[in-house]
């Protein structure tokens, strides 16, 4: 919904989606890297939001899941490093845990605006209606563990200060389970929640800025946060680079003289 010289219209906003910035790039990739192409390479450039992208990472988890055991890699690294955000996350999450865990602890409004929700409109449903659908669904939804599927290999989550929302979620519940070690440096996305799902906006008339504000507040399942107020701590800390290569690179030396201790 759209406060347009104060009035409420429609906007064609998509009200659904969980992060406001464009993505720098769409999709997801595998490849293995270091001198003997031994340690698996997952670049994740967003998480799914849509039915169509969803269904492809989908896909991709499990193909890529398949590589994994047959090549027997034992080292894996998930770059989400820029990654804006997006949904799903446990579409990947779920081949690396032992155990089944909740997403969520909460999904709350943000704004009080549920007392004027019988008047506000998203996409031709009201406020009141399109609230209970994601508190509903993120707070209950989970990371399944998946038997014979779960792949005991050694994870290594590269993120920087551009990691954020779905994707700083996703590094928050991989240290809070101890699934893998965090590389790099601090998230920009906080460790204990974030905000999103569904989005107003205000339209500003003299300088034709819109203004987009989210309504909900997530709350991750996690208790192990080292201040609440920051983004995911690294275990490992590599320093920044002007060229990705060079973190990339680094941690792949450090994983190559782990391995040879």
């Given at each position: 919904v759209t406060l347009h010289d104060g009035a409420l219209v429609e906007s064609s906003f998509d009200a659904t989606s969980t992060s406001v910035s464009t993505p720098k790039c769409q999709g997801f990739d595998f490849s293995l890297v270091g001198d003997e192409k031994k340690i698996g390479l997952i670049k994740v450039?967003?998480?799914?939001?849509?039915?169509?992208?969803?269904?492809?990472?989908?896909?991709?988890?499990?193909?890529?899941?398949s590589k994994l055991e047959r090549k027997k890699i034992k080292d894996v690294i998930i770059d989400i490093r820029d990654n804006g955000g997006g949904d799903r996350i446990d579409l990947l999450l779920?081949?690396?845990?032992?155990?089944?865990?909740?997403?969520?602890?909460?999904?709350?409004?943000?704004?009080?605006?549920?007392?004027?929700?019988?008047?506000l409109l998203f996409h031709g449903t009201t406020y009141e209606n399109v609230l209970k659908t994601p508190?509903?669904?993120?707070s209950s939804r989970q990371v399944d563990f998946q038997g014979d599927l779960y792949l005991d290999i050694n994870?290594?989550?590269?993120v920087?200060?551009?990691t954020a929302s779905a994707a700083s979620h996703f590094a928050?519940?991989?240290?809070?389970?101890?699934?893998?070690?965090?590389?790099?440096?601090?998230?920009?996305?906080?460790?204990?929640?974030c905000n999103g799902n569904l989005y107003c906006s205000y339209f500003l008339p003299y300088s034709g800025i819109e203004l987009y504000f989210p309504l909900m507040v997530n709350t991750y399942a996690v208790d192990q946060i080292e201040n609440p107020n920051h983004g995911v701590f690294p275990d490992?800390?590599?320093?920044?680079e002007l060229s990705d290569d060079l973190e990339l690179t680094k941690l792949i030396e450090i994983i190559n003289e782990h391995n040879m201790r």
């Open positions: 450039f967003n998480f799914p939001s849509d039915e169509k992208s969803i269904a492809d990472f989908e896909k991709f988890c499990t193909k890529t899941r779920r081949n690396f845990t032992p155990t089944s865990f909740k997403l969520m602890s909460s999904t709350i409004d943000t704004f009080g605006l549920a007392k004027h929700s019988k008047d508190a509903k669904s993120e994870i290594y989550v590269l920087n200060g551009r928050s519940l991989v240290k809070e389970h101890d699934l893998g070690k965090i590389a790099g440096t601090e998230t920009g996305g906080r460790a204990s929640g490992i800390f590599i320093e920044e």
